[in-house]
């Protein structure tokens, strides 16, 4: 459900509620500020873009999303890919890829796939996401320690490079940038300064004594990007054309399942904070739209921004009017304060980033993950945060996906057992039957097979390896179905060759106990005409009844 029809339908929207969720609003609007800024100069667009991007997505998600406290817009995660589009593509590039992504997480939602997304595993989403944090932090030690070298090439190249210019290092710029830092992380300490946000006392206390000293050689916004608008920019439409539609279809879908992954994550995050319960599919619509519309207000792509989500459940936010309170203040600061902004310093806003580098990193959760979680994992989590690093966020992402599933259907294939019943429990379990036609025993002739587990493509080969090992052709195969729960079309492929098999050596294949989304399968791919119109889904002792019936007449 619309994440605003929901808060209503539960009295959230009343009057009584208003208060808490504006405070909220406005205490997550003031967290935003330097955070909206930071990520858009790191993803190398103009400041005020970010400022744009909070409010117009964060304004469509709070009212479209599937979350009724999400909060939303650009993100560290997005840092990665952003920049990179903006390198080949250039800035109007980016808008129309995240505009293209925007309409991808629509059709997503409408196609209810937000519950598959949330499947990708914990190894992949914390190896991308550490790499992501390590990728971050080396990318802001150029505005960190204000140096003049310009890292071009892979991370390892960038990384060489500034390591190379780090003995001439800006003094002013970095000393400026570790006291940013260091009140980023402790100013919460002082004495009546625990609800003021770290990030935005950095800022502010940076850009005064900028403003004030105006230390040499100290790169600012109004230095590098010139003076943020006193103004809200006005809807234009992009040049959209087949070519560009071609051109970035790639770096579209990379936002969209960042952006689907990132956004699914915080909402799930926000359940376990508020007590609440997000709708999936919703949420994909809501951050559609935000990612269709912020782009045409001069916006880049946005999401879930889980620090921001957190922030605003912590001071009392419970529905949508939180987040409308949130963008509506970033309005007020820019229509106000927008002149101040040109003294922020770069470092400031550089110190601002190694936290949500260190932050995004997880580094607790990755190591642990190294000292415990299963080999298997290690190494999905190691290639996923190498990938990440060294190659490319989507080709880490893929790739870390596709492991995951190998090693899962690995170990669903060795899960499965396909194994002979004979001796005394299968005769006492057909002892009534055995003992109503006469027969001490089971015939020689007829072989009894049963399958524990999913019948899939994975699997086929200790099916295929035990039918092997059968010493011989029996007259009649039993193939239990019983405990198998489904079937693929690899496994319907392989028991259709065994029933062909079996019928060229004068042979039979008779099926039993399958379920019904099993049976349904076996009669649409004719299993049923060949195995003598038998019914799969009999009991063993029915099927087994009818084959000494059909003898004995």
Not at 218 to 246: K, Y
Request: proline share 5%; net charge positive; hydrophobic share 55%.
């Amino acid at each position: 459900m619309i994440a605003l029809l929901e808060a209503h339908r539960a009295g959230l929207l009343g009057a009584r509620h208003w208060t808490a969720n504006i405070v909220a609003g406005v205490i997550v609007g003031v967290v935003a500020l330097p955070l909206a800024m930071a990520f858009a100069i790191a993803s190398g667009v103009k400041p005020e873009q970010g400022l744009y991007t909070a409010i117009v997505a964060g304004l469509a998600v709070s009212l479209l999303g599937g979350s009724r406290v999400q909060i939303a817009g650009p993100t560290g995660a997005f840092i990665v890919i952003l920049s990179g589009i903006v390198a080949q593509h250039g800035v109007q590039g980016l808008q129309i890829a995240t505009f293209m992504a925007g309409v991808i997480l629509l059709l997503f939602g409408l196609a209810r796939l937000g519950g598959v997304i949330k499947f990708i595993p914990r190894p992949v989403i914390i190896g991308f996401t550490s790499g992501i944090g390590v990728i971050i932090w080396v990318g802001q030690w150029k505005d960190f320690f204000g140096l003049a070298a310009t890292p071009v090439g892979h991370f390892h190249q960038k990384l060489w490079t500034l390591i190379q210019a780090l003995p001439s290092l800006h003094l002013a710029t970095t000393a400026m940038a570790v006291l940013s830092l260091l009140l980023v992380l402790f100013s919460s300490r002082l004495p009546g300064m625990r609800r003021v946000p770290g990030p935005l006392v950095a800022l502010v206390l940076a850009t005064i004594l900028q403003a004030l000293f105006q230390f040499e050689g100290v790169a600012t916004i109004g230095s590098t990007f010139g003076e943020i608008p006193r103004e809200l920019p006005r809807m234009q439409w992009l040049p959209v054309t087949p070519d560009r539609v071609v051109e970035l279809i790639g770096p579209a879908f990379a936002i969209a399942m960042l952006g689907a992954i990132e956004s699914l994550l915080s909402a799930v995050v926000a359940d376990g904070m508020a007590g609440t319960r997000h709708n999936s599919n919703q949420e994909l619509v809501g951050q559609g739209i935000a990612n269709m519309a912020a782009p045409l207000f001069g916006g880049i792509a946005a999401t879930g921004a889980i620090a921001r989500t957190a922030t605003n459940i912590r001071n009392g936010g419970n529905s949508p009017i939180a987040g409308v309170a949130h963008c509506i203040t970033l309005v007020l600061i820019i229509l106000a304060l927008a002149p101040y902004a040109a003294n922020v310093p770069l470092a400031a806003l550089a110190a601002i980033l190694f936290v949500v580098a260190w932050n995004m990193s997880e580094a607790r959760h990755f190591l642990r993950l190294l000292r415990r979680a299963p080999r298997a994992d290690v190494v999905i989590l190691l290639v996923t945060f190498g990938l990440t690093v060294f190659a490319d966020l989507v080709v880490a992402v893929n790739i870390g996906v596709v492991l995951a599933m190998l090693h899962f259907l690995r170990r669903m294939a060795g899960s499965v057992a396909v194994s002979r019943q004979n001796g005394s429990s299968l005769e006492q379990e057909l002892a009534g039957l055995l003992q109503a036609h006469g027969l001490a025993r089971l015939p020689d002739d007829i072989m009894i097979y049963q399958i524990d587990g999913p019948l899939f493509y994975g699997a086929v080969e200790a099916f295929e390896q035990a039918l092997s090992d059968t010493g011989g052709v029996p007259a009649v195969l039993v193939i239990r179905l019983g405990r198998v729960p489904f079937i693929d079309a690899t496994g319907l492929r392989t028991l259709e060759n065994l029933v062909d098999a079996q019928r060229a050596k004068e042979g039979r294949v008779v099926l039993a106990e399958a379920n019904e989304r099993v049976r349904r399968k076996l009669q649409r791919m004719g299993l049923t005409e060949k195995t003598q119109g038998a019914d799969p889904s009999a009991s063993l002792e029915r099927a087994v009844g009818l084959l000494i019936e059909e003898r004995g007449a």
